[in-house]
């Protein structure tokens, strides 16, 4: 097979390793979950912190007590980013640092007084679809052992006035079992 | 001639009438019963449907508490592929180079490859 070309390159080279296809589609495969990447560090001028580092069912199992202890914070990042007028990501590294480093430091308490309920509730999420109203009893001993240790509270803002919030209910018409759950 | 005249005491009766007992209860029965059913199906979809309002709603807010925590680690690592393309323009053009005529952060299209592995 023959390439003819009108700028002057000779096209020897792509007969030599592939003289039976065409010249187009000979790009190797790249695999983008490793080559993405880019891990050029954060330049000195700004501060370093570090990431959060825990995975969805920790953060959903803590998030009620980060919003309790960390809510001033997440409320000015996001004040910040709403006023900031497209520049959110330079001008909002200051607040997001603080939100960042509160958040750590309610999944270290708990980490530390807590583990044990903390670990058998988010086990109990991973292993029933991240469905709360699955774990209602690991949730119940995790939130008497923060509210005891900590003093975070799992409140839920616009639940209908004269009814038990959800998550205090002993019956969860969903869960699987849907008899008492504790 | 004497005309055909009726038997004495008439004719006999013609049963055109099918002569089965009515099964069942009467409909006005079966009216209500459908009804009741209907009325215990709603009151156990009502209720459901409520509990399914507060289970979300329990959801959103987990969310919300943690979208300020996710979204800085976002704009962090953003703004660092930032930093890291300018300085890569700066090398390779030597000028610091602009391309939006505005000063807003704009999420890139295409993303840089490492022509090799980095991780």
């Known amino acids: 097979m023959r390439f003819h070309c009108t700028f002057g390159v000779n096209f020897w080279t792509f007969e030599s390793f592939q003289p039976n296809t065409a010249a187009m589609a000979n790009r190797e495969a790249r695999f983008n979950q490793t080559v993405l990447v880019d891990t050029t560090p954060m330049p000195d001028h700004i501060p370093k912190v570090e990431e ?3 995975t969805s069912a920790p953060l959903l199992s803590a998030s009620y007590f980060i919003g309790d202890r960390c809510k001033a914070y997440n409320d000015d990042f996001m004040k910040c980013k709403d006023e900031s007028n497209g520049r959110g990501e330079f001008d909002c590294l200051k607040e997001g640092r603080k939100v960042t480093r509160c958040a750590a430091s309610v999944i270290k308490d708990i980490n530390t007084h807590c583990l044990d309920q903390f670990k058998a509730h988010w086990e109990c999420l991973e292993n029933n679809n991240h469905q709360l109203w699955e774990c209602r009893r690991p949730e119940v001993q995790l939130n008497s052992c923060v509210f005891d240790k900590l003093g975070l509270k799992k409140t839920l803002p616009g639940a209908p006035e004269g009814q038990v919030p959800v998550h205090l209910r002993p019956k969860q018409k969903y869960a699987q079992y849907p008899g008492p759950q504790w | 001639m004497p005309q055909d005249m009726p038997p004495t005491g008439g004719y006999a009766q013609v049963q055109y009438k099918r002569n089965i007992p009515a099964r069942g209860f009467k409909p006005a029965y079966y009216m209500i019963g459908m009804h009741v059913i209907m009325a215990y199906g709603f009151y156990k979809y009502f209720h459901g449907a409520r509990e399914q309002r507060e289970l979300a709603r329990e959801k959103m807010w987990s969310r919300h508490h943690l979208t300020p925590l996710l979204q800085a680690e976002e704009d962090r690592d953003q703004v660092r592929r930032h930093y890291a393309d300018k300085a890569r323009e700066k090398e390779l053009l030597g000028t ?12 890139p299209t295409f993303a840089y490859t490492p022509s090799n592995l980095t991780q």
């Open chain 1, 52 to 54: 959060i580092g825990a």
């Open chain 2, 96 to 107: 610091d180079i602009k391309v939006y005529n505005s000063d807003r952060f704009v999420r």
